[in-house]
């Protein structure tokens, strides 16, 4: 079989305390095989970080407003504009989440433009939803997009009736731990051909490793535990986890 590396599909580089030591970073992620990231923006203000981390060998960018962010709302023509000159990976990360005081209406309406903007620009989008995933399934009927639900950590029903709306679904550090039988499970049943590998970090911890101090380097963590789950040699995880980020993403060189 031939030797794969990995593709950590979120990763926030520009975030503390990642970006004070970017070349470190980088070199421990390479060290570990990490030959691709993806840097999804949070909010407008962090556009142009993404889109120069972007500059550097082995990393793309996706560019949008977080659910979190989204009362300041969303300059859509500039949007556009950056996402094209900087040849933006995808848009993201967007979503709704319920568990912030973000108004709901304010985050629908800058979630939907986002979405029309991917529909019109043909690009991926990065989402992101806690509890409110009746309410994004249904947004996404009326504006069907190409994508991923990233850092998923619910069950497999759940999974299904968004692999059934065209998406793929992104693992991280909750499959790494053992209590975390939802993720799991939904790592276990989800298609070969449906999902990638994330860390979100440094916001998402693994086992081990907590909450504020991942890297990039431990997607490979993820890939293992990924592997272990689906019974299979971890070679052939990760090439398959690459090919489908590469599907989805582009190759971010």
């Given at each position: 079989?031939?030797?794969?590396?990995?593709?950590?599909?979120?990763?926030?580089m520009?975030?503390?305390?990642?970006?004070?030591?970017?070349?470190?970073?980088?070199e421990?992620?390479?060290?570990?095989?990490?030959?691709?990231?993806?840097?999804?923006?949070?909010?407008m203000?962090?556009?142009?970080?993404?889109i120069?981390?972007?500059?550097?060998?082995?990393?793309?960018?996706?560019?949008?407003?977080?659910?979190?962010?989204?009362?300041?709302?969303?300059?859509?023509?500039?949007?556009?504009?950056?996402?094209?000159?900087s040849?933006?990976?995808?848009?993201g990360?967007?979503?709704?989440?319920?568990?912030?005081?973000?108004?709901?209406?304010k985050?629908f309406?800058?979630?939907?433009k986002?979405?029309?903007?991917a529909?019109?620009?043909n690009?991926?989008v990065i989402?992101?939803?806690?509890?409110?995933?009746?309410?994004?399934?249904?947004l996404?009927?009326?504006?069907?997009?190409?994508?991923?639900?990233?850092?998923?950590?619910?069950?497999?029903?759940?999974?299904?009736?968004?692999?059934?709306?065209?998406?793929?679904?992104?693992?991280?550090?909750?499959?790494?731990?053992?209590?975390?039988?939802k993720?799991?499970?939904?790592a276990?049943?989800v298609p070969?051909?449906?999902?990638?590998?994330?860390?979100?970090?440094p916001?998402?911890?693994?086992?081990?490793?907590?909450?504020?101090?991942?890297?990039?380097?431990?997607?490979?963590?993820v890939a293992h535990?990924?592997?272990?789950?689906?019974?299979?040699n971890?070679?052939?995880?990760?090439?398959?986890?690459?090919?489908?980020?590469?599907?989805?993403?582009?190759?971010?060189?």
């Amino acid at each position: 079989m031939i030797m794969s590396g990995l593709f950590d599909t979120h990763c926030h580089m520009f975030m503390e305390p990642l970006k004070r030591d970017t070349s470190g970073v980088l070199e421990r992620a390479f060290d570990a095989r990490v030959e691709r990231l993806l840097v999804p923006s949070v909010s407008m203000d962090s556009w142009d970080a993404c889109i120069e981390l972007s500059l550097l060998p082995g990393i793309g960018c996706a560019l949008g407003v977080h659910p979190w962010w989204a009362a300041d709302g969303v300059e859509v023509e500039v949007l556009r504009e950056k996402l094209v000159t900087s040849a933006a990976s995808a848009i993201g990360e967007i979503g709704l989440d319920w568990k912030t005081e973000v108004p709901r209406q304010k985050q629908f309406t800058v979630f939907q433009k986002q979405l029309e903007l991917a529909s019109t620009l043909n690009l991926p989008v990065i989402l992101h939803c806690r509890n409110a995933f009746e309410e994004m399934l249904e947004l996404l009927k009326k504006h069907p997009v190409r994508g991923v639900v990233h850092a998923w950590s619910r069950d497999s029903q759940l999974m299904n009736r968004f692999l059934q709306a065209g998406l793929y679904i992104s693992f991280g550090g909750a499959i790494t731990r053992q209590g975390a039988k939802k993720a799991c499970e939904s790592a276990r049943q989800v298609p070969a051909d449906r999902f990638v590998l994330e860390t979100d970090s440094p916001s998402i911890g693994l086992s081990g490793v907590p909450s504020g101090k991942s890297e990039p380097r431990h997607v490979a963590e993820v890939a293992h535990a990924m592997a272990q789950i689906r019974g299979e040699n971890l070679e052939e995880t990760k090439a398959t986890a690459w090919e489908n980020s590469v599907t989805l993403f582009g190759d971010c060189i």
